[in-house]
């Protein structure tokens, strides 16, 4: 194959073929295609796109770089594409599981203000996130659910052509985007899939149209590939419940996995996890729902929790001792009485990183500990000196004022309450 012919039909704004595609992908991976020509046909589909075929080709060499795997049970993934304090896998995967769909979820690490669900799982002493694809493959097949990082085995492809698109300039592309997040929810095996595209200011996707179109790419390549797939688009302004960071995030997982607490984010995660059970099982969505409340009111969502820690190596009893130690902590009040209008999510994450719940390099390491802790809601009458939010980190005290300032910034307090209501903007199917 003659690389620079398929880079010259892409920069042309040209259909590239199947079997291109799948060449371009299968050398690429092999290092025969070398990255400068990989990154130039990456930007090439930046500037000029690709069709939902040439997508769904791209989509399917990516996947079939490496291991694909299959299940002989009703399974589904739920997959957000990432928000601030978005701890919604902790309590929808085990939730679906519960209601007994088989849920095998490769998850990610955290960079930048996005946090990773394995980051947070990790919080808990003992538990390994880094599981063999045959380890993997045991717990999902008996315990219903296993939460791991992605192996080196599933879409290499997908490994090296994001090295490359984070320092090319080339992250921002619908059929990129797509493919990368696609290849790797469908090598995982899953029957069904339940898009989370998070939208608003803590989000990848700032605009509806533009979460609308990742959403319905999604939901299109996955059918394309012959799962059942449903998106839904969700408000991502404010952060979703208290906690943003790790341990508190887990905690907080929790506490809504115990149904300790209502609000809009649990029910956005009997949405999801109703999702999963309805495309997967299948059953009617309303029943679906149903059954979800009542596995979240009898206590089975949290046991499947539990045993999916314990069969990781996770100890709870241990991540209760681990809140319990002193941390350094800073709490800051509302300057003035009213309604809080808006979190904002964005600088919220931004704090939390700069405690050290994040990383900025990819190896970077995490304090489990530090985070933010919301105290109110958008919505919230609060008067002035109430308290806003903690921030919390292990270590050392210095610039915890500095967060704490910075942090002051998310708040917006208005003397009208805020309209509230569902944090689900769209279902596309
Ligand atoms: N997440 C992914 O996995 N890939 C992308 O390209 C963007 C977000």
């Not at 063999?132 to 080196?152: C, D, H, K, N, P």
């Not at 939901?219 to 012959?226: L, M, P, Q, R, Y």
């Not at 990383?359 to 958008?378: H, S």
Request: aromatic letters at 4%; glycine letters at 10%; charged letters at 25%.
């Amino acid at each position: 194959m003659i690389a620079k012919i398929v880079l010259d039909k892409k920069r042309e704004g040209r259909a590239l073929g199947s079997a291109e595609i799948r060449e371009f992908i299968d050398l690429f991976t092999k290092g025969i295609i070398p990255d400068y020509q990989m990154s130039a046909l990456a930007m090439a589909i930046c500037c000029r796109g690709m069709n939902e075929r040439e997508t769904a080709d791209l989509t399917e060499a990516m996947m079939r770089s490496g291991e694909c795997l299959d299940w002989p049970f009703a399974s589904a993934d739920k997959h957000s594409t990432g928000g601030v304090g978005d701890k919604l896998s902790l309590v929808v995967q085990p939730l679906a599981a519960a209601c007994g769909v088989h849920v095998p979820s490769l998850t990610g690490r955290g960079l930048g203000l996005t946090g990773g669900t394995a980051d947070k799982l990790e919080s808990i002493p003992g538990y390994n996130a880094s599981l063999s694809l045959a380890e993997f493959r045991r717990v999902v097949s008996e315990t219903g659910v296993s939460m791991t990082v992605q192996t080196a085995e599933i879409t290499p492809a997908d490994k090296k052509l994001y090295a490359l698109r984070d320092v090319t300039g080339t992250v921002a592309s619908i059929p990129l985007i797509v493919s990368s997040i696609l290849s790797k929810k469908l090598a995982e095996g899953a029957s069904a899939l339940v898009f989370d595209v998070k939208c608003g200011r803590g989000a990848f996707m700032k605009t509806p149209a533009e979460a609308h179109e990742l959403a319905a790419a999604l939901v299109a390549g996955a059918k394309a590939a012959g799962r059942r797939a449903v998106a839904l688009v969700t408000d991502m302004n404010a952060p979703l419940g208290c906690a943003v960071g790790n341990a508190n995030e887990v905690a907080e997982a929790i506490s809504l996995l115990k149904g300790e607490r209502g609000g809009a984010d649990v029910e956005l995660c009997i949405e999801l996890a109703a999702w999963m059970v309805a495309l997967a099982l299948p059953m009617e969505l309303e029943n679906a729902r149903e059954l979800c409340r009542t596995r979240l009111a009898d206590g089975s969502a949290f046991a499947k929790f539990e045993a999916m820690v314990v069969r990781h190596g996770g100890n709870l009893a241990r991540f209760a001792e681990l809140r319990e130690r002193p941390t350094f902590k800073f709490r800051i009040q509302a300057m003035r009485s009213g309604y809080i209008t808006a979190i904002d999510a964005e600088k919220v994450a931004r704090a939390a990183l700069a405690l050290g719940a994040g990383r900025l390099a990819a190896g970077d390491r995490i304090d489990p500990l530090a985070g933010v802790t919301l105290a109110v809601g958008v919505g919230a009458k609060v008067v002035a000196g109430a308290p806003l939010a903690t921030l919390e980190r292990s270590g050392d005290p210095d610039g915890l004022e500095k967060c704490a300032a910075e942090l002051m910034k998310a708040f917006v307090i208005g003397s009208q309450p805020p309209p509230t209501g569902s944090l689900i903007l769209e279902t596309i199917t």
